[in-house]
T-cell receptor, first 113, second 114 residues
Framework: QQQVKQSPQSLIVQKGGISIINCAYENTAFDYFPWYQQFPGKGPALLIAIRPDVSEKKEGRFTISFNKSAKQFSLHIMDSQPGDSATYFCAASRPGTASKLTFGTGTRLQVTL | EPEVTQTPSHQVTQMGQEVILRCVPISNHLYFYWYRQILGQKVEFLVSFYNNEISEKSEIFDDQFSVERPDGSNFTLKIRSTKLEDSAMYFC????????????FGQGTRLTVV
């Protein structure tokens, strides 16, 4: 019940295209859903995050869509760029758990020219 | 820009030895964490630390592991009697407050047990 399932495992998108990564969770107690971006040899860095009281959050080219009833959330990267090539992790945490993040399995995104 | 720093970046140790991984969290942060990432797998929570004590730990964090904040700046993870399966990237993270504030991750320490 603590798992966060992420798909696809890998994704190849052409420059300028839309990258979409999906996550699903089971634990309805989760109330914080961040997305992390990780470049090789680096630690995960927060990209964007959402709480379940909103259905969408947009920051620049990055948008989180959240479907509370389906217990799903997704990351959309508009106008994908080669510099976006990285591994993306969705995550979730429960209230009062001091950032004990449960991570998804990761999606390796490659944006081609 | 403030950042979480970890040392060493790579540690090789023999099976059965003890290792200490070091972290300097961001100075005004109050919550500290260790995560690990086995090569090619997801990032897994190990332990969270607040007010000089463990606030939560995962099933991975057994008696082999311990954490300490020996002074006002360092946060350490000690792994006793290392095993081959302890080989992983270990990330330290810190946050100023509970979620939804951001958890900042260090660049990681790659531990290789041979």
């Amino acid at each position: 019940q603590q798992q966060v399932k992420q798909s696809p495992q890998s994704l190849i998108v052409q420059k300028g295209g839309i990258s979409i990564i999906n996550c699903a969770y089971e634990n309805t107690a989760f109330d914080y859903f961040p997305w992390y971006q990780q470049f090789p040899g680096k630690g995960p860095a927060l990209l964007i995050a959402i709480r379940p009281d909103v259905s969408e959050k947009k920051e620049g080219r990055f948008t989180i869509s959240f479907n509370k009833s389906a217990k799903q959330f997704s990351l959309h990267i508009m106008d994908s760029q080669p510099g976006d090539s990285a591994t993306y992790f969705c995550a979730a945490s429960r209230p009062g758990t001091a950032s004990k993040l449960t991570f998804g399995t990761g999606t390796r995104l490659q944006v081609t020219l | 820009e403030p950042e979480v720093t970890q040392t060493p970046s790579h540690q090789v140790t023999q099976m059965g030895q003890e290792v200490i991984l070091r972290c300097v969290p961001i100075s005004n942060h109050l919550y500290f964490y260790w995560y690990r990432q086995i090569l090619g797998q997801k990032v897994e929570f190990l332990v969270s630390f607040y007010n000089n004590e463990i606030s939560e730990k995962s099933e991975i964090f057994d008696d082999q592991f311990s954490v300490e904040r020996p002074d006002g700046s360092n946060f350490t993870l000690k792994i006793r009697s290392t095993k081959l399966e302890d080989s992983a990237m270990y990330f330290c993270a810190s946050s100023r407050d509970l979620p939804p504030t951001e958890a900042f991750f260090g660049q990681g320490t790659r531990l290789t047990v041979v």
